[in-house]
């Protein structure tokens, strides 16, 4: 696809102090979201209205280290807030989400280049595109990118951007991570896709950049959680990573079933008869309910775990198997309202759909997947019979 639109760096503004918790502020910016759903899904990205609105409530300074103003938070608030907000707009509540888990790798540089990602303060918007692409080379004092980096979600309201990519080191290569300032890079117009269209997950394009040492760190200190800044900085990421994605979706989800049950509670059927008396609406309605109690009882444990400094190998096995079942579940309760919904859930204008189609593209992030998730957790529940018996 042509990349159509260049997108200009935000100017970096002033923001109120953040609510005393991240729910709170949450709370407040929800009529702001919901106002907005509509057009930022028209749009393919936040207006920056609403991207403000995310800073203001402190998604972007949550994980943000608490030596360079921010909160430190904790993973049980971080998921409170993102479902609540996911219940206003899933595309709103996406980019939340991605501001603040950004605060985890830029915890993760040196102190130089922490320093630098939080010259303007702990509410910079940070966005990023995990999968290594592109091309460094490396020169004195870092590395230089040439190259294209898909899917940054919230890009185009973002003042720096996280991009993953193979470097050179020593005969071989590492999976790192590079900060890149707005300045540095264009923002392509590529993203068209059904769900979450609110995102603006569109390509960010290198030439010739240079990369200081300490804007760069390796992946493999991320997936062990080295940073040491605040304890939610020491959780391995891959048991938290899904979070991240699950519960934008737990909170759309959520919106789902309520708008569902309105539009069922007083609708009559052609023979007179009131629809939700029959049986496969009770049904639907009963089991749609337990699964996302179950699913918000996943996100409370893994979440908690974290918290608690949970971060060995079972810790670190179920929360990847949890993450990915409780995506199967989300999608099941849309599918089947969507499905139960008629004519009506189906316009082009129903809140209902384009719950359905935010729902199951979410749930088809890479960390919700289930096949590499079982694997993980199938070799640490085996490892138990593996030591040889007396």
């Not at 049950?261 to 049986?279: F, M, Q």
């Not at 179950?294 to 918290?307: Q, T, Y």
Request: charged content about 20%; glycine content about 10%.
């Amino acid at each position: 696809m042509s990349a159509a639109r260049v997108e200009e760096a935000p100017a970096v503004i002033a923001r109120r102090p953040a609510p005393r918790s991240l729910t709170e502020g949450a709370r407040h910016v929800l009529t702001a979201v919901a106002d907005s759903a509509e057009a930022v899904e028209a749009a393919r990205s936040l207006d920056v209205t609403t991207a403000d609105a995310l800073s203001d409530a402190g998604f972007a300074r949550h994980f943000v280290p608490t030596a360079h103003g921010g909160t430190g938070g904790t993973y049980r608030d971080f998921c409170d807030a993102v479902a609540l907000l996911g219940e206003a707009g899933a595309s709103a509540a996406w980019c939340a989400s991605v501001y603040a888990a950004m605060g985890i790798l830029g915890a993760h540089l040196p102190e130089r280049g922490r320093a630098e990602l939080w010259r303007a303060g702990p509410d910079t918007r940070i966005a990023g595109s995990f999968a290594p692409a592109g091309h460094v080379e490396s020169v004195p004092g870092g590395w230089r990118l040439n190259g294209e980096w898909a899917f940054a979600s919230g890009v185009g309201s973002a003042e720096w951007t996280f991009l993953g990519a193979m470097a050179p080191a020593g005969d071989g290569r590492q999976y790192r991570f590079f900060a890149v300032p707005r300045g540095a890079y264009r923002v392509l117009d590529t993203w068209h896709n059904v769900g979450l269209r609110g995102t603006g997950s569109n390509t960010v394009a290198l030439r010739d950049v240079l990369v200081p040492e300490h804007r760069s760190f390796a992946q493999s200190a991320l997936m062990a959680g080295t940073a040491g800044a605040d304890p939610c900085h020491a959780a391995p990421y891959k048991t938290v990573n899904g979070l991240n994605f699950l519960t934008p979706a737990l909170g759309a989800a959520r919106a789902g079933l309520r708008l569902w049950s309105a539009g069922v509670a007083h609708k009559r059927e052609v023979t007179g008869g009131a629809t939700r008396d029959r049986g496969s609406i009770r049904e639907a309605l009963a089991r749609s309910a337990a699964e996302l109690d179950l699913v918000e009882m996943v996100v409370a444990r893994a979440a908690g775990a974290a918290d608690a400094g949970e971060h060995d190998g079972p810790h670190l096995a179920r929360a990847q198997r949890d993450f990915a079942v409780a995506a199967e579940l989300l999608t099941a309760v849309v599918d089947r309202l969507f499905r139960l919904g008629g004519a009506r859930g189906q316009t082009e204008d129903s809140a209902l759909q384009r719950i359905w189609r935010d729902v199951n593209c979410a749930a088809g992030h890479a960390s919700l997947q289930f096949d590499p998730a079982a694997a993980a957790y199938a070799r640490q529940a085996f490892a138990a019979f593996d030591t040889p018996r007396p």
